[in-house]
Nanobody
C-alpha cells in the first residue's frame, strides 16, 4: 500500500527558503497517481492547494496565484519523491503543508486521507 510522508518544514525568516519532500513508500508513485498535490492549512481555515505536480508532464504542473513565481514543484522518480521548493517565503506562507496523490491532474480529489504534514513557520 502506498504511503506518503511529508518532511522538510521548519522555521525560517521572511525571504528565506525551504524545500519540502513528499516521500512515497510501499509502491511506485508513477503507477499510483497522475499528480501529487501540495496543500497547506492554517488552523480555522480551509485547506488550500498550493501546487499540483504532474508526474508525467512537468509543463502541466500548476500553482496557486499566491505562490506562483516563488514555489516550484519537482519530482525524483528514482527516489519516489516529490518536492516543493519554496523561495522568498512570507509570513502568510506559515501553515502545515501536506502532500496527496491524485488520479486527476488538478489534484482536487486526493486518493487517500491526509498524513501528518510538515509545519512551516515564517517569521521576521
Amino acid at each position: 500500500q502506498l504511503r506518503l510522508v511529508e518532511s522538510g518544514g521548519g522555521g525560517v525568516q521572511i525571504g528565506g527558503s525551504l524545500k519540502l519532500s513528499c516521500a512515497a513508500s510501499g509502491s511506485s508513485l508513477t503507477t499510483h497517481a497522475v499528480a501529487v498535490g501540495w496543500f497547506r492549512q492554517v488552523p480555522g481555515k480551509e485547506r488550500e492547494r498550493v501546487a499540483c505536480v504532474h508526474l508525467f508532464d512537468s509543463s502541466r504542473t500548476t500553482y496557486a496565484d499566491s505562490v506562483k513565481d516563488r514555489f516550484r514543484g519537482s519530482r525524483d522518480d528514482g527516489k519516489n519523491t516529490v518536492y516543493l521548493q519554496m523561495n522568498n517565503l512570507k509570513p502568510e506562507d506559515t501553515a502545515t503543508y501536506y502532500c496527496a496523490r491524485s488520479w486527476h491532474d488538478d489534484c482536487l480529489n486526493p486518493a487517500d486521507g491526509w498524513g501528518r504534514g510538515t509545519q512551516v513557520t515564517v517569521s521576521s
